[in-house]
């Protein structure tokens, strides 16, 4: 009786890169249905904290569970794994040598083997919920930023994953195009997705997190439901972190 | 008149008064009546062209078959010394020391290693014909250019998109196949087109193994005549071909900048 019945559980993760040490014993777990938000300055190991939960960066202790299954043992099949895992990046990282609905269609084809026309056909409809139905045969580079990311977040959400993973994805844009990507997330919450998103915007986190997460120098220093992370931070070094960050007016 | 087409016209005739003065320049220049007899003479370039042009379809055939096996093996090559992790480190030096050695060695030196020598071991199934050895000497030696340039474009795509395919599930090979070549190759194309056209040019070296190509046929007219214009119209054969495809290149390379502006500000 352990890691069952948690989407995601972390136990005392390590990373470092070289001397760096970057994430210093990470202890997390999140139910099914829930929405985690991580706070901290950059560099806190946000980032990689992600990345390490979708193995795209090893990790050198502890361990990492994604529905009950460990993830981070020898001989996992990372390409199921990644399957189960949707991750949406600050940058997009769309692939600009193909139309939305190439980008969207690609995963399901090459990886769940559909054909191409059941891949295309869900994958109209689900760029249709999220008000992309006219630019399925547009190239990435022709798309505003806010468009982009709510493509990159379809292409993800086409694998039909059990869990997403958001770095930060409102960062590389237009102030007046956050909203948009913002309210997709917010559908998704209502949806019932089990996300863990890291994020600069302390309004949205408050509004959508059953949980936040303040990570410092890769340690988690505090967390707790967001009324009382915002309103009663314990912490001095939480206190200082949101005293900064409205006094930036971002809150 | 609008200034567009005030500067084709000021453009126009400049070069026109430019090359009318260089003509004249050359033309009272000494000697020049020896050069336009032996290099320039208008009856034995009648003569030699039409022989030269039917000879260089055989150095079309040359370019057009090896160019082919080129852009392949060459990729090959290129996906070989991409392969991470320290299993792949005998793979990858056998891709490195290819490159090095044919990069190296003078195309003339292969050519003639193969052509002479491979069919003098007999070796049953082995072809003896020149044609196919020199096929084979211009595709080891410009693979490993071809290598070259390919690697520089997969190096060139964002580590960032290998990222974002392997996290929807794509294997290795899947990632570099369906995102990271096909980008690699979209920027590759002009450096590509720059490796076809010097492929054409080197045809010409196969003339050592007595295959009759443009200039092993220039070579006999010139024997014959003493005249050397059957060079001049080789030259012009070779011109012929050429000079488009680099006129197509450049336009290919406009074209791709133009685009990369204005998805910039799209």
């Not at chain 2, 991409?82 to 090095?100: E, K, N």
């Not at chain 2, 595709?139 to 998109?161: D, K, N």
């Not at chain 2, 050397?228 to 680099?246: E, G, K, M, Q």
Request: proline share 4%.
């Amino acid at each position: 009786m352990n890691e069952n019945g948690w989407a995601l559980s972390l136990e005392d993760v390590h990373k470092r890169f070289g001397r760096n040490e970057v994430l210093r014993g990470i202890d997390l777990r999140l139910a099914e249905h829930e929405v985690v938000c991580l706070i901290g300055a950059s560099g806190s190991g946000k980032s990689t904290l992600l990345r390490c939960v979708n193995l795209l960066e090893p990790i050198e202790r502890g361990r990492i569970a994604v529905l009950g299954e460990e993830i981070t043992a020898r001989g996992v099949d990372v390409n199921r794994i990644r399957r189960e895992i949707g991750i949406v990046f600050q940058a997009f990282n769309l692939f600009p040598h193909m139309s939305v609905l190439g980008n969207v269609t690609l995963g399901p084809r090459k990886v769940l083997g559909l054909s191409k026309e059941e891949a295309g056909e869900a994958g109209e409809e689900l760029l249709a919920r999220f008000g992309l139905a006219d630019k399925r045969n547009e190239f990435p580079d022709r798309l505003s930023g806010g468009q982009q990311q709510r493509v990159a977040i379809v292409r993800a959400l086409a694998m039909q994953p059990r869990l997403m993973l958001l770095d930060e994805v409102t960062s590389a844009l237009d102030p007046e195009l956050v909203a948009e990507v913002l309210s997709v997330i917010r559908e998704l919450a209502r949806e019932g997705m089990t996300m863990l998103i890291a994020t600069h915007e302390m309004g949205f986190a408050r509004d959508i997190a059953d949980r936040v997460c303040f990570l410092d120098a890769g340690v988690i220093l505090e967390e707790g439901p967001p009324a009382e992370m915002f309103s009663a931070p314990k912490n001095p070094r939480t206190q200082q972190f949101l005293q900064r960050i409205v006094a930036a007016g971002r809150m | 008149m609008s200034s567009d087409a005030r500067s084709v016209a000021i453009a126009v005739v400049s070069t026109i008064v430019f090359i009318a003065l260089v003509a004249v320049l050359v033309v009272n220049s000494p000697g020049w009546d020896e050069v336009r007899q032996f290099f320039f003479n208008g009856e034995r370039f009648r003569e030699s062209f039409p022989k030269v042009a039917e000879a260089f379809l055989v150095n079309v055939k040359l370019f057009c078959l090896a160019e082919v096996l080129i852009l392949v093996f060459g990729l090959l090559l290129a996906v070989l010394r991409s392969l991470p992790g320290p299993a792949f480190f005998p793979i990858r030096l056998l891709a490195i020391v290819y490159t090095d050695v044919f990069r190296g060695v003078p195309t003339i030196l292969v050519i003639a290693m193969l052509g002479f020598g491979a069919p003098v071991l007999g070796i049953s199934g082995v072809p003896t014909s020149t044609f196919f050895w020199a096929v084979i000497a211009l595709v080891l030696v410009y693979s490993a250019y071809v290598a070259e340039v390919y690697r520089a474009g997969i190096q060139s795509v964002h580590p960032s998109q290998e990222a974002a395919a392997r996290s929807l599930g794509l294997s290795r090979a899947q990632t570099l196949r369906f995102v990271i070549v096909p980008q690699a190759v979209r920027r590759v194309i002009p450096p590509l087109l720059n490796d076809f056209i010097g492929l054409q040019k080197d045809t010409a070296l196969v003339a050592i193994l007595g295959t009759v190509e443009a200039f092993r046929q220039a070579q006999i007219d010139t024997a014959a005549s003493f005249n050397y214009t059957a060079y001049t119209a080789t030259a012009v054969v070779f011109i012929l071909v050429t000079i488009p495809l680099a006129r197509f290149t450049d336009w290919l390379i406009e074209r791709d900048r133009r685009k990369q502006l204005a998805g910039r500000t799209a």
